[in-house]
């Protein structure tokens, strides 16, 4: 069993940045990727980012790449989503999955375990 909890969600305005941290707790036998995703009102869960937990390999989907960066903390059992620029489309609830890969596409289905999320407000 995983435990996964975000924070640092807020609103914050046009050009900003804000740092997301998911920590996580539980066993570690069955996964090897963190996943950020979003989901917007209306809209479905889309991969935001992930990391793989054995070679440290990351993704982007394509709209956030050069503006957020992945990152994990071993020691802390923590990882982070550093999320600059923002944008009001960015607006979203930001979960935080632990899964069992890390690929070009990020999908939902990869992930079995998952944080509340924390709302991020981009907005004048």
């Known amino acids: 069993q995983v435990q996964l909890v975000e924070s640092g969600g807020g609103l914050v305005q046009p050009g900003s940045s804000l740092r997301l941290s998911c920590a996580a707790s539980?066993?570690?036998?069955?996964?090897?990727?963190i996943g950020w995703f979003r989901q917007a009102p209306g809209k479905e869960r889309e991969g935001v980012s992930c990391?793989?937990?054995?070679?440290?390999?990351?993704y982007y989907e394509d709209s956030v790449k050069g503006r957020f960066t992945i990152s994990r903390d071993s020691a802390k059992n923590t990882a982070y989503l550093q999320m600059s620029s923002l944008k009001p489309e960015d607006t979203a609830v930001y979960y935080c999955?632990?899964?069992?890969?890390?690929?070009?596409?990020?999908?939902?289905?990869?992930?079995?375990?998952w944080g509340q999320g924390t709302q991020v407000t981009v907005s004048s």
């Open positions: 539980g066993s570690a036998r069955d996964w090897h990727a």
């Open positions: 999955a632990a899964g069992v890969g890390c690929t070009v596409v990020i999908k939902t289905i990869l992930y079995d375990y």
């Open positions: 990391i793989s937990l054995s070679d440290g390999a990351t």
